[in-house]
Structures are given as structure tokens and as C-alpha cells.
């Protein structure tokens, strides 16, 4: 018999926590007991905001990026260029990108990388709908902002490949990305350097 030291509702507020990356169970009931202490300030403005994001939050048609709006924001904003799309696998590199201020260009998110083992293969990722916007004539270059996993990498080489005969230039980052390392645990000085010094594929 497991002995209770709080009702259920909180329990399951704490279990909930828990599951957020970053969070263990300490650091979730550290969590719980703040937002119920501050029940006005902040546990309710939170219910409120997930529950907006909840109801409004959608995939962008074109590039992947999540928005309350489709097309999102990036996509409809003039002052972007758009001749220029950097594919990332996953929003939270689209984020890391933006917040380091490194990209003007369109973005296009994979929703993932190949893997043999994992069985994600070409149709389980937006690769399709990459090669119809890099067939666009306004498009230019696509610059491949994956991470410098095997994966990551293997999926560079079949993008490459499938973009052949396009009249597209192609690039990757340049160094400053760690092997292995994800976009978005890097800072904003190297993410923006190794955009600066991008070069072809
Ligand atoms: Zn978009």
C-alpha cells in the first residue's frame, strides 16, 4: 500500500509535471507546491495560456513550424527573404535559429530524421513537400541546418540527392556545430557563426 501524503488532484498535477523534459519527480513536486502557493499569480494565468494553447495551436501547411496561425508567422512575413530556405529537423531548432537572430530566409521542418532503426523512413518526414518549394523558381539555395548526427547527416545526403537537377545551390553549417550536438543547446554566438559561414554542400 503506497501512503498518500496529498489528495489525488495534486498528486496528478505532480505526476503530469514530471513528464515535462528537464523535470524529474522532485523537481515536479518543487514545481506543484509553487504554482499552488501561488494560486492567483500563477497557476491559473498558466491553466489559461495552456489552455489557449491548447485550442489555438496548429502546423504550419507550408513549412512545419507551429503557430496559432497557417500559413505561421515566418511564413507570411514580408520582410523575410524568400529565396532562401534552411532546413531544420525539428521547431525547437527553428527556435534556436530565431532566438540567435542567425536566419531571414523561409524555414522547412522535417519532422524528424531517417532512420533504419527506428524505421522512419523518406514519406515519414516532409522531404516530399521540401522538393516541391525547392522547385520553385524564386527559391535559390537551401541551406541544411540538420544536426551533425549520423542520422542527421544521412538525411543531409538523401535531401542532396533528391535535390539533383533542381536549379538550387545547397549548403550546410559550418563548423561550430558539436558532433552530436543539437542546434538548440548551443548559444546564440556559435549558432549565428556557423550560419555566417555556411558552406556548399
Ligand atoms: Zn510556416
Not at 513537400?129 to 542520422?151: G, K, M
Request: aromatic letters at 2%; a negative charge.
Amino acid at each position: 500500500m503506497v501512503k498518500r501524503t496529498t489528495g489525488p488532484e495534486i498528486e496528478r498535477l505532480i505526476q503530469l509535471l514530471a513528464k515535462l523534459p528537464g523535470l524529474g519527480p522532485r523537481s515536479a513536486r518543487r514545481a506543484a507546491l509553487h504554482l499552488i502557493k501561488n494560486r492567483e499569480r500563477l497557476l491559473h494565468p498558466l491553466m489559461v495560456a495552456m489552455e489557449d494553447a491548447h485550442d489555438k495551436v496548429t502546423v504550419c501547411s507550408l513549412c512545419g513550424n507551429v503557430d496559432t496561425i497557417d500559413p505561421c508567422t515566418l511564413c507570411t512575413d514580408p520582410r523575410r527573404d524568400r529565396s532562401v530556405i534552411c532546413v531544420v529537423e525539428d521547431v525547437g531548432d527553428l527556435w534556436a535559429l530565431e532566438r540567435a537572430n542567425a536566419w531571414n530566409g523561409l524555414y522547412h521542418v522535417l519532422g524528424g530524421t531517417l532512420s533504419a532503426i527506428e524505421g522512419i523512413r523518406p514519406e515519414d518526414l516532409s522531404i516530399g513537400q521540401l522538393i516541391e518549394r525547392a522547385a520553385d523558381e524564386q527559391v535559390q539555395e537551401i541551406v541544411l541546418a540538420v544536426n551533425a548526427t549520423i542520422e542527421g547527416q544521412t538525411t543531409a545526403h538523401y535531401i542532396i540527392e533528391r535535390l539533383k537537377g533542381l536549379n538550387v545551390a545547397t549548403s550546410r553549417l559550418a563548423h561550430g556545430v558539436p558532433v552530436g550536438g543539437e542546434l538548440d543547446y548551443l548559444d546564440e554566438g556559435t549558432i549565428t557563426q556557423a550560419m555566417k559561414a555556411r558552406r556548399p554542400f
